[in-house]
């Protein structure tokens, strides 16, 4: 089983709609972060949390929040979709203090149309 | 602001050919760079960690170097294969917790 997962894989939805990205993670690790990734502009960090209580912005955040339900799971919401937030979704996790790989998942692909 | 550069965005080789990746940053105060590889409609794959101590790290075929006081690192990949096309991005890590990615350097080996 893959340690980092996102739900869904693909998504479709229409302008103005609230959606929400799930990731869950089993490697057992503090941190957890979210990124887009667009043709041309490379992955942009949105939210970044240390643990559950600790939630911060990225470069992107604007349109964006973030839910940390438990160590293992971290939910990214666009509370209005907009066609320019169509890009492809990456959760990541980390474990150690700034020196420690970032495990990725499989990614999101969303569509705002 | 710490920016990622990446040389050449597209490659292409026969395969058994040896090759460099290069990539660039503006800001020598980093923690540690890493290179990933990114395969179509797939998340991104950790290939190799280079602390700011250290001067490369080697994996298999592949070998990576870091020089911080010019701010460049190299991807050396040795006898590719069609296996090896994909995306490797590079990506830095500041003090702040957040990687910085280059845009990539899309990779494809010829049979």
């Known amino acids: 089983d893959a340690d980092v997962t996102q739900t869904p894989r693909n998504r479709i939805t229409k302008t103005g709609k609230r959606i929400m990205l799930e990731c869950s993670q089993t490697?057992?690790?503090?941190?957890m972060y979210w990124y887009r990734q667009d043709p041309g502009l490379g992955l942009r960090l949105i939210y970044y949390?240390?643990?559950?209580?600790?939630?911060n912005k990225g470069e992107i955040s604007d349109g964006y929040s973030v839910s940390r339900q438990a160590q293992a799971k971290f939910s990214l919401s666009l509370e209005s979709a907009i066609p320019n937030q169509t890009a492809l979704y990456f959760c990541?996790?980390?474990?150690?203090?700034?020196?420690?790989?970032?495990?990725f998942g499989p990614g999101t692909r969303l569509t705002v149309l | 602001k710490q920016e990622v550069t990446q040389i050449p965005a597209a490659l292409s080789v026969p395969e058994g050919e040896n090759l460099v990746l290069n990539c660039s940053f503006t800001?020598?105060?980093?923690?540690?760079l890493q290179w990933f590889r990114q395969d179509p409609g797939k998340g991104l794959t950790s290939l190799l960690l280079?602390?700011?101590?250290?001067r490369e790290q080697t994996s298999g075929r592949l070998n990576a170097s870091l020089d911080k006081s010019s701010g460049r690192s190299t991807l050396y990949i040795a006898a590719s294969q069609p296996g090896d096309s994909a995306t490797y991005l590079c990506?830095?890590?500041?003090?702040?917790?957040?990687?910085?990615f280059g845009k990539g350097t899309k990779l494809t080996v010829n049979p």
């Open positions: 990541a996790t980390s474990g150690g203090l700034g020196i420690d790989t970032q495990y």
């Open positions: 490697k057992g690790h503090d941190r």
């Open positions: 949390s240390f643990d559950v209580k600790d939630i």
């Open positions: 800001d020598s105060a980093i923690y540690n």
């Open positions: 280079i602390q700011s101590s250290q």
């Open positions: 990506a830095v890590f500041r003090g702040s917790e957040k990687l910085v």
